[in-house]
């Protein structure tokens, strides 16, 4: 079976279990576990930030990083496709207790202008507008990046408005090697950045939240409260390190295969429209009266899994368990499906 529903189905390498299983590890509660805090120190010097902390998911950073920059009532301003907003379990509002406003935005990105638009006045009928989450790369846009310009825009109407700036670059790797712009410039433009370790660069478990060592504090203590200390993470935190030091620069491979099914399935005459492909994340589009359920049945008729996007959208994610091999047997395998 080729399983291109994620890129967070990926098995560690031999290469990261030797590395996991060799890990010096102690008590990351206590902040003596010396991978976990190799790991933070790595990720914080490469984004030019004080400070990282390391957590289970790319779910409890961003909700940490809502919770330390906000309080109760206050407005996150989000693309209405965001993943902090759809696939979160509500956790803004729980957590947080906080009110969303969502925006519009070609293949799930906002703008400086949008975002200026949005925010509340002075007005105890609104909710205090407060944060500004953008989501680099883009799930819901097909894996679209964000152009470094815009954010510089945005960030520049945060600063003019009392508005804070989080990134949730659970992909953000994808666009940093699809572009060649410097991490640090990034740390510079952001209050907070959440990178994931489990999708594309292949660690098992594992995200981390950069900010300010003040904020970082804090997340410290949300962390607790929301039961992510885990204790002996070194042995994640290594996959973790092993991922950056070996798995960034191949991510181009993965972009390269995604346009290729891209094309590939832009030739099938039941799909009505390819979206742009980026990075590793292919959206197809079927025809009027072709379900999603349909097409996702037949491919695993054929061996092939991914998963429904939203009404006649099917979704491809291409990962470092997906070979050049598989993308061949993939070839062969939707050229089998009947369009009738």
Request: hydrophobic share 40%.
């Amino acid at each position: 079976m080729i399983d291109l529903r994620s890129d967070t189905i990926t098995k560690p390498t031999p290469e990261m279990l030797q590395a996991m299983m060799t890990a010096e590890v102690g008590d990351d509660v206590f902040s003596d576990d010396p991978t976990v805090n190799a790991l933070q120190s790595k990720v914080a010097l490469l984004f030019g930030m004080e400070e990282a902390i390391y957590c289970p998911s790319g779910t409890m950073t961003n909700q940490i990083a809502m919770r330390i920059h906000t309080r109760p009532q206050d407005e996150v301003i989000c693309h209405k496709y965001s993943h902090v907003y759809l696939y979160e379990g509500g956790g803004m509002m729980y957590n947080s207790m906080l009110s969303p406003k969502l925006l519009e935005g070609k293949r799930g990105r906002v703008t400086a202008e949008m975002i200026k638009e949005s925010i509340n006045p002075d007005d105890i009928h609104f909710p205090n507008s407060k944060l500004v989450v953008l989501e680099n790369t883009m799930n819901k846009g097909g894996g679209a990046i964000y152009d470094i310009e815009e954010i510089k825009k945005i960030r520049k109407v945060c600063d003019e408005h009392n508005l804070l700036l989080h990134l949730d670059g659970a992909r953000f790797f994808n666009a940093l090697v699809e572009t060649g712009e410097d991490p640090q410039e990034y740390g510079s433009l952001f209050d907070s950045i959440s990178i994931c370790f489990s999708k594309g660069l292949g660690a098992p478990v594992g995200s981390v939240l950069l900010g300010s060592k003040e904020k970082i504090k804090e997340a410290r203590r949300v962390r607790k409260v929301m039961g992510g200390g885990m204790r002996q993470a070194g042995y994640l935190a290594a996959a973790c390190i092993h991922a950056l030091d070996h798995h960034v620069d191949r991510l181009n491979e993965d972009h390269i295969r995604a346009k290729k099914i891209g094309n590939l399935l832009d030739e099938l005459p039941f799909i009505e429209e390819i979206m742009p492909v980026d990075t590793n994340i292919v959206i197809a589009k079927l025809n009027e009266g072709k379900s999603e359920k349909w097409f996702l049945d037949e491919l695993e008729r054929n061996e092939i899994l991914a998963v429904g996007f939203g009404k006649g959208l099917v979704r491809f994610v291409t990962h470092l368990d997906f070979k050049e091999d598989d993308l061949e047997l993939l070839s062969q395998a939707v050229k089998k499906i009947s369009y009738s």
